[in-house]
Structures are given as structure tokens and as C-alpha cells.
């Protein structure tokens, strides 16, 4: 390998693992994949046509969806292509390179993804408890300058990713643990020169720890506005418009969560558990996000069943 500097013999391959003990499923496994890819794609591509397309969805809040189903995409063509060499193809091996690669990318939409929640939950903040002044808040270009400077954040986040693993040296050990590569467990594997991955990556997810900080706080003050709502009606009218909103953030922070907790105190926990909740991270939020806007979005589920009921008429 020519990515790799060392007199070391070195692995040329790194093995991928499916559902351990569950071989024998692997096949409907791969189909169940292909079904949630198939209907991600179809999902995020249909908001992000729907709102280029459509002048009543250019604000803010659909704009920032539109970042949301951009890094879902990113998110499911990151992890879709080696879940399926293992599960479908029975070929688990990948090379180091395709496999650091593959490692940037989940990262980097992970981050984007993370960001993302964090500029939707200011936008409902703003939204709920300064309704008045959401319009001159959040105009097109400020919104504009808060797409590109979280966009540049993620990539400044991830840039380093490149170079520091370039140098990492891989020998003996070369199964993962997962059917994507992941960067704690490629970490594993290292047996030398991974001290700075380790820590660059442990800022990584802190960074991400940290969004999830700000929408909790961003909450507890949304929270505390509805709570000074008289009438009851209205304050489940107004925490109905941050449903959609919550049910992404807790589709892509538990099973991160759960996967850390795992990692580090229960380390004799079942195998199986850590690989399906890896699955659920990469594959259910590009799924279910476009879903969950399309039946609480009434603009949305209004343009949808507008379109469908225009072909069959």
C-alpha cells in the first residue's frame, strides 16, 4: 500500500462482519436494507424536489430541512455500499484505504447531520418564542450565511481526518466489528500512530455531544414559553410544530448515545446489540426523517397527496 509508510508488514485487507451467529439471515437482512435505502432516497429527493420546486416552502424552516435530507443522503450512501458486500454479496473484505475513506465520509455527514438539529432547534426557538420578529431573524441571507458557515464547520471538523490517519499503521489485527467502517473501531485495529486519532476523534464527538447540549437548552427554553401558555389547546398546538423536530433528534442521538454507553462500561454486552444499533444509526434516520415531515408537515403532506391525486385523475 502506498498510503502507508513502514517497513511493518502491513494488512491489505480489513474484514467487515454481518450479524454474528445470524449468517444464515443475511440475505433477508440485505433486502430489508435495500427496502429502507430505496424508500430513503425516494423520500429525501421528494422533499428536496418540493421545496425548489414549490415558492410557498422557501423559508427558513424548509430550507434547513432541505440540509437535513441533504446529509441523510450523505449519510445512506456512505454506509450503503459495504453493508451490502457483507449482507448480500457475502464479501466482507475492503481495503484500508476504501475503508478510511468510507470512515471520513460517515463522519463528516454524521457531523453535517448534527448541525443540522442544532440550527432547526434555534429556528423553532425563535419560531415559538419570538414569533414576531421571525421574519426579520431569520431573512435569506442570514439564513444563507448560517448554511455556509455550519457547512464550513463540518468540513474544517473533518479535514484533519485525511492526514492524521494517513500515518496510522495497521498490522495483525483485521476484523472490524461492524459492517461499516467506524472510526472507534478502526481505531482498534491500529498498532501505532493512532494516540492523535483517538483524542481528534474524541473532540469529534464531543463537538457533537455539544449540538445536542445547545438543542436541549434551546428546549428547556421552549419549554418554558409554552409553559406560560394559558389556554392548553394552544400549547399542544404550539409543541405540535417542534414534533417533528424532536423525533429527528432523538432518531439520531439515542443509538449514539447507547453506542458510547456500550463502548465504554458495558463491554461484555451481546455483540449482536452494538452492530444493530451501528445499523439503526446509519440506515433509520435517512429513513424515517423524510417520513415523519411528510405526515406532521401539512404544507408537505398537502403537496404530496396533491401531486398523487394529480396522476391518478
Known amino acids: 500500500m502506498s498510503t502507508f509508510n513502514t517497513s511493518e508488514i502491513e494488512v491489505s485487507t480489513f474484514f467487515l462482519i454481518g450479524i454474528p451467529g ?58 450503503l455500499p459495504t453493508m451490502l458486500t457483507v449482507f448480500l454479496f457475502n464479501t466482507p473484505g475492503i481495503s484500508p484505504d476504501a475503508c478510511i475513506a468510507q470512515e471520513i465520509f460517515i463522519d463528516g455527514f454524521s457531523a453535517m447531520e448534527s448541525s443540522v438539529l442544532l440550527i432547526m432547534s434555534f429556528d423553532r426557538f425563535i419560531a415559538i418564542c419570538n414569533p414576531l420578529r421571525y421574519t426579520s431573524t431569520l431573512t435569506s441571507a442570514r439564513v444563507t450565511k ?16 485525511p492526514f492524521t490517519l494517513k500515518h496510522v499503521i495497521y498490522s495483525k ?19 501505532s500512530g493512532n494516540k ?56 439520531f442521538y439515542v443509538p449514539i448515545i447507547f453506542l458510547a454507553v456500550t463502548y465504554q462500561f458495558a463491554k461484555r454486552s451481546s455483540p449482536i446489540i452494538r452492530v444493530l444499533m451501528v445499523d ?34
Not at 469529534?204 to 447540549?213: F, K
Not at 440506515?283 to 391525486?309: A, E, F, H, W
Open 22 to 79: 445470524m449468517e444464515h439471515t443475511h440475505i433477508w437482512v440485505s433486502i430489508s436494507i435495500c427496502l429502507m435505502y430505496l424508500i430513503a432516497i425516494l423520500g429525501n429527493c421528494t422533499i428536496l424536489f418540493f421545496i425548489k420546486t414549490e415558492p410557498s416552502l422557501h423559508e427558513p424552516m424548509y430550507y434547513f430541512l432541505s440540509m437535513l435530507a441533504l446529509s441523510d443522503l450523505g449519510l445512506s450512501h456512505s454506509s
Open 146 to 161: 448560517i448554511r455556509l458557515v455550519f457547512s464550513l464547520k463540518n468540513v474544517l471538523l473533518i479535514l484533519p481526518f
Open 173 to 191: 489485527k483485521n476484523l472490524l466489528s461492524h459492517s461499516s467502517c467506524l472510526h472507534q473501531d478502526v481505531m482498534k485495529l491500529a498498532c
Open 196 to 251: 492523535v486519532n483517538v483524542i481528534y476523534g474524541f473532540f469529534v464527538a464531543l463537538v457533537s455531544m455539544l449540538d445536542l447540549t445547545f438543542v436541549f437548552m434551546s428546549y428547556m427554553l421552549i419549554l418554558k414559553a409554552v409553559l406560560s401558555i394559558v389556554s392548553q389547546r394552544e400549547r399542544l398546538k404550539v409543541l405540535n410544530t417542534c414534533f417533528s423536530h424532536i423525533c429527528a433528534v432523538l432518531i
Open 280 to 313: 439503526v444509526f446509519l440506515l433509520v434516520p435517512p429513513l424515517m426523517n423524510p417520513t415523519v415531515y411528510c405526515v406532521k408537515s401539512q404544507q408537505i403532506r398537502n403537496l404530496v397527496l396533491g401531486k398523487l391525486c394529480q396522476k391518478h385523475s
